[in-house]
């Protein structure tokens, strides 16, 4: 058994050997280049510096598109999520619908964002839209299954005894599903918004508007204290975006 | 006249059980009735009251309410239900509402559907719903959310809801068994007085013998899904409630038993 299991531990050991050893082998992986790309690093830096201030209106009109994109994208993915949300959900659809779009939203989730972003590129060209589209797409496989978690989330006691009393179908959706499930769907609606803010930042890197557009644009056209004020305001406002991930978390625990 | 409640010969058995919850059940309930059910819990109570309701299904047998034949596979139609109330054991409010909230729900099945759709009431469903407040002791708590109220008062907004309904027949499965005794003997005569004061009837059932004689008007005896016994409170003796607990603790485990050998 003991010796079973070394051999079983050299075996494992041999893999991940021949693994790691195959991954340089077909990387060009070289020291010498490492080492040798020292003082062309500090170049690069250097000639970021100092940080050009002069295009802060890019990076105030670049954040207001961005905040724009998640705006729009965040209300096509609820347009979305109600009607997917409804169809996933175990209580409000039959077992072979609930099933099979819950299976369509996991793959959803599965298609990375910038992914999608440069589909819709090729598709709808440059600029905010295809960015809106990518991230009410990308947003809408989240979305949908926490809706559809809220709805089957609720406790049935009221909805029953609303039944009991003579109350229609909608007026038990009006009255005793939607209060119970409305402040889950805004919890989870808000922390989607979030994360798409967050999203959008790097969208304009292939092309699909927002602030993350003019560090791709300054970085092909060698203006490298310009991608540095840009870069600084992206990580800024990535701190303030943590900031209210912070407070959002503290208010709905 | 006819009766509120009429039932003949009902049997009902829960789906993969091996015993019958009811079986053979006869009763015929008056209008203006205080009726409790007494027996220990799996006596049949809770399925009796829910089939009067309309929320059980797949039974045998003959049931009338209000002078309307209960169908054995269907739920009554929509328009019958707010006759009859139901004040349920957990309350089955809706918690993050507010208390006028819920007890207009109890309206919500005589509105159209466009108006209940839209919670616009009218200035008698309101009146409907203050009354009941009122009645039921939670005039001051109107605007509080019910997440936010004691067990004994959330009691209170179910029982208001009910009575909005303005039902003819209120039906009460254990409306006092998460409460206290003093408590409890609050809620029972609340309950029996309210619908004395509209003029409905009401069946509930209790495993609290000494509290439910004090208020009911009859008393009918269960066990095993059978009725034991079924007098005006006046001629209950205490051997015959101590009957149906000590078959429980006796004879039942045996009977069960013994079909779950065969």
Known sequence: MKRSGGWAGFLTGAVFAAIVLWSFATSDMELSRLLSAGPRIVEFLSRMMPPDPTV???????????????????????????????????????PVIHRSVRTLLALIRAIPLLLVAMLMVGAVGLGPMPGIIAVAFHATGMLGKFYAEAIDGVTRAPIEALESAGAGRLARLRHAIWPQMAPVVARDTIFRFELNLRESLILGIVGAGGIGFYIQTYVRSFQYDKAASVTLAVILLVIAIEGMNVALRRHFS | MTRVVDIDDLDFAHAGADLPALEGVGLGVEAGEAVVLLGPSGAGKTTLLAILDGRLHGWTGRVSVLGRPLSPDAPPPAAARPDIGFIFQEFALVERSSVLRNVLNGRLGRMSTFAALLGRHSVHDLDVAHQAMADCGIGELTHRRVDSLSGGQRQRVAIARCLAQEPRLILADEPVSNLDPARAGEILTLITRAAAKRGATTIFSSHQPELALRVASRVVGMTVGRIAFDHPVGDVSEQEIAALYRNVAQDWPIEAELRLVQ
């Open chain 1, 56 to 94: 802060v209106t890019e990076i105030v009109d670049g954040t207001a598109e961005t905040l724009r994109i998640a705006i729009l994208g965040t209300l096509g993915a609820v347009i979305l999520s109600v009607p997917l949300g409804l169809a996933a959900s175990e209580t409000m659809a039959p």
